[in-house]
């Protein structure tokens, strides 16, 4: 490395020293002057995660600027999309397109493919910073200005760990929506979750006919797999494994399959099992569905795109039941635009029933209720919400290998993941721990009790996971699940920064159903999430059996040879049952819920049969003509695994769909 870059990169990087950092004592020191409202373990949770927050943000900043200095790679100035000003769009357009999202993106390069066809792309959000690219740091992207930052409604059955009882729900305000947010996983479900779809009345939806849509988008890039018949090469998403793992990664692989699962390809021939995890990656790097679909269209003629776009409507004629434009602004100033042929709804799965209802489409009796005329009366609007809800904070504590002499840290610690080296090795190096994905660097799919172990159906998903609460001194983990510091305090505080592993067991198909309503008539009043985990009990039955699983994984000679334990620490509140128990797990799964960002099915895509269906199997709204909701929203029932890859899939068949329709 030549010797003036290393000297920037070194005099940039002082700044990041975690020994600065407030200490412990000096903390306790100060809490003990401190309001009573909080524990003083409490406060010295509080006092030391905002003292390393002036931490993250100092490598924000940071990586930001040695990206631009030295990383052209992600830079990418020749090909970032060109917004066009609100002064230079046209007033119509053939298409209409509402949120650069994961499936916004998709549609408005597959639409364009048409030179004769005018498109226009509507995002609330800017382009993707440069530092987005850089997997380990997708945390940061969260809470920040890119991030919408729903909030569930307080609950006293979930979330009860969360700060007034209410869980992050992070959804992008950015081009390419969630998949720059999100942990880059590429999961395409369960054949049986497409063949569901159809057998509820939406024929084409069968596993037989999404798969060539997965296939059409994807790149596959791991080698073993660019010849399987699952697989294709050359699409605009590239799919790789993620470039760095920590060693603790691959003990964890190995204990899972002594209890008796196999290593697959989970986006293969079958599902059930363990793998590496699969990443929307390119050359180690997020590929967003920004960077893999719109760059590479942008310089069309036919496409425009504009940012920091409030739709504040879609235009619906009260007569003709006809979408005919959409109403947006830029700044304090209004703008219509009217669409020819089509207004496409892709804001996603709580902001496009928002958008219907705020149109005048959903639940009359809500809609009036908050002040909107209703055009079409459609029940199922902002009903049927699924999640994939998750236990967090499940630590275990271990001892690296007496012979272990790698090189890099055996788990995840802040101190030794972020540093002079580590920063200098990703920005000139184009190497190392920033290329990881810490938090689920591996994954499992199991079956429960509950399901039939002689089907490939598995019932639960297991990140494993070389981060914990503790690892990471609660600045990414916990701070993103909205944990209050109370609770992080008795469950973290003092084992902070002990090699550790983790792992998050997910319900892949909840049965409990929430709902998305309006609070106003007024767009910038986020609507409320009410997601009602565990209102059926067979959800938690479930999802505790993903906790057992991670404890019987400590009996495994793998993990015994590492004196793999749990956290010592108790749940006060679930003290009084025993540990390790079903009772003690469904304390444990009510305080420390976790979203894993998959919302979905608010218009759900059904047969006019169906009273509670708000699109057809063709996506077009139901009595509403020249409308159609491509996005996570329209899926009947929720995909068994991360819902990505699905959403990417439902808007390459939907465009297709368009096409057909327009010859």
């Known amino acids: 490395m030549p010797k003036e870059v290393s000297t920037i990169v070194r005099r940039s990087v002082f700044a990041l020293d975690l020994k600065s950092l407030p200490s412990q004592q000096g903390v306790k020191q100060a809490c003990y002057s401190a309001p009573i409202e909080m524990s003083v373990g409490g406060w010295l949770s509080t006092f030391r995660i905002a003292g390393t927050l002036l931490f993250e943000a100092r490598l924000g900043i940071l990586l930001e600027l040695l990206i631009f200095l030295f990383r052209p790679d992600i830079a990418d100035r020749e090909h970032r999309v060109t917004p066009v000003s609100p002064t230079n769009l046209r007033n119509e357009y053939d298409f209409v397109v509402v949120g650069a999202g994961s499936a916004g993106s998709v549609m408005a390069n597959r639409l364009s493919e048409n030179g004769k066809w005018t498109v226009l792309l509507l995002e609330a959000g800017p382009d993707e910073p440069k530092i987005s690219d850089v997997p380990a740091m997708f945390p940061l992207m969260q809470l920040s200005p890119l991030d919408w930052q729903f909030k569930t409604e307080p609950s006293k059955n979930y979330c009860q760990a969360m700060k007034n009882h209410q869980c992050n729900w992070p959804r992008g305000r950015v081009l390419g929506g969630g998949s720059v947010l999100n942990a880059m996983l590429y999961i395409r479900g369960n054949k049986r979750d497409y ?101 590479p269209a942008s310089k069309r003629k036919n496409l425009d795109v504009s940012i920091f776009s409030t739709v504040e409507k879609i235009l619906i004629n009260n007569d003709t039941k006809r979408a005919y434009g959409v109403q947006f602004r830029v700044g304090l100033f209004s703008h219509t635009v009217t669409a020819k042929r089509e207004v496409i709804l892709s804001a996603g799965a709580l902001q496009s029933p928002q958008l219907l209802m705020l149109s005048g489409v959903g639940p009359k009796d809500h809609l009036d209720a908050v002040g909107v005329k209703t055009v079409h009366h459609a029940p199922g609007v902002g009903e049927n919400l699924q999640d994939h809800v998750a236990m967090g904070g499940m630590t275990y504590l271990i001892d690296p290998p007496a012979n272990y002499t790698g090189k890099d840290p055996f788990t ?75 609770f992080y305090a008795e469950m973290y505080e003092n084992i902070i920064y002990e090699p550790s592993y983790g792992s998050i067991p997910l319900l892949l198909r909840p049965r409990s159903r ?48 590492l004196n793999a334990r749990a956290n010592p620490n108790r749940i006060p509140e679930c003290s009084s049952f025993k540990f390790p128990s079903d009772d003690y797990w469904k304390c444990h799964a009510r305080f420390y819920t976790s979203t894993i960002y998959h919302p979905c099915g608010t218009c759900k895509m059904g047969p006019a049969t169906d009273k509670m269906a708000v699109v057809d199997h063709r996506l077009k709204v139901h009595g509403i003509k020249g409308l159609r909701v491509v996005d996570a929203s329209i899926m009947p029932t929720i995909t068994s695994g991360n819902t990505n890859a699905p959403v990417i899939m439902i808007a390459e068949k939907a465009a297709d769909m368009i096409k057909e329709d327009w010859k």
Request: charged share 25%; hydrophobic share 30%; with cysteine.
């Open 514 to 561: 929430g709902y998305v309503k309006l609070r106003s008539s007024d767009v910038d009043e986020l609507p409320m999430v009410v997601p009602n985990y565990f209102h059926d009990p067979h959800d938690l039955n479930v999802l505790i059996e993903g906790a057992n699983f991670i404890y019987n994984l400590t009996q495994t000679p793998t993990l015994k040879s």
């Open 195 to 295: 063949d569901s779809w159809e057998s509820l009345g939406n024929p084409g939806w069968d596993y037989d006919s999404v798969l060539p849509y997965f296939k059409k988008s994807e790149d596959m890039r791991i080698a073993e797999y660019k010849n399987s018949p699952y697989h294709h090469t050359g699409g605009y998403l590239t799919v790789e494994y993620f470039k760095y793992q920590t060693p603790m990664i691959k003990y964890l692989v190995k204990a899972t399959t002594e209890l008796g699962y196999d290593v697959v390809d989970a986006n293969g021939a079958t599902q059930t099992g363990v793998t590496n995890s699969h990443g929307t990656l390119r050359d180690g790097l997020r590929c967003s569905t920004a960077k893999a679909f719109l760059r």
């Open 412 to 486: 995840f610690t802040l101190s030794e993941s972020t540093n002079e080296k580590v920063v200098e090795e990703f920005t000139v190096e184009r190497k190392g721990k920033y290329y990881s994905l810490p938090i689920s660097e591996a994954m499992a799919f199991i079956n429960s009790k509950y399901a039939n172990k002689s089907d490939d159906y598995p019932d639960i998903q297991l990140f494993l996971s070389s981060i914990t609460d503790e690892a990471d001194g609660g600045i990414f983990v916990s701070r993103v699940n909205n944990v209050n510091n109370d």
